[in-house]
């Protein structure tokens, strides 16, 4: 059975007219991906698609490490698609560091917060590659022990 298309759902049920008049908040997780999607696949609309896709990935911090390459092997997501939605995880990830670039940085806890997700990705990425690769991820605090945003980690032929 074909899927019920977003156009032919009540306005109020939509996601972009739900976000308009209750703002992001009121949406779902599957919803704001499917905004981004902006389209489905034949049989699925796009909330459908946004919902398979965090099913597969378990959450959205899951799905937030996921690269565009990866993104561009699911059904219904080609390469434009892959690079936004890369692009908006990245933003929000970049997003949440420019908070705690103002915090001093002074308990492994935050050192984890600031610095987890990317560590724990390129751990994802090694896996993946089943390559042994040393990486050193070096981190400077300034004057104020406070760290700088958008950090490289060091590895073969890259400088921190």
Request: proline share 5%; net charge positive; hydrophobic share 40%.
């Given at each position: ?39 489905g ?18 959450n ?12 561009k ?59 042994d ?28």
């Amino acid at each position: 059975m074909a899927a019920i298309k977003i156009r032919e759902l009540p306005e109020e049920d939509r996601p972009r007219e739900k976000l308009l008049k209750h703002g992001a908040d009121g949406l779902t997780n599957r919803e704001l991906i499917a905004i981004l999607l902006r389209t489905g696949v034949p049989g699925k609309n796009a909330v459908e698609v946004g919902g398979e896709i965090l099913e597969k990935y378990k959450n959205l911090s899951g799905l937030s490490r996921i690269s565009a390459r990866e993104l561009k092997n699911i059904r219904g997501i080609g390469l434009a698609k892959a690079v936004q939605l890369a692009a908006a995880f990245k933003l929000a990830d970049r997003m949440a560091k420019e908070k705690l670039v103002r915090e001093k940085i002074d308990s492994p806890d935050l050192v984890n917060e600031f610095l987890g997700a990317e560590m724990r990705a390129q751990q994802d990425a090694r896996n993946q590659d089943r390559r042994d690769v040393a990486r050193v991820h070096l981190q400077v605090p300034d004057d104020r022990d406070r760290l700088r945003a958008g950090g490289r980690p060091a590895g073969p032929g890259r400088r921190p």
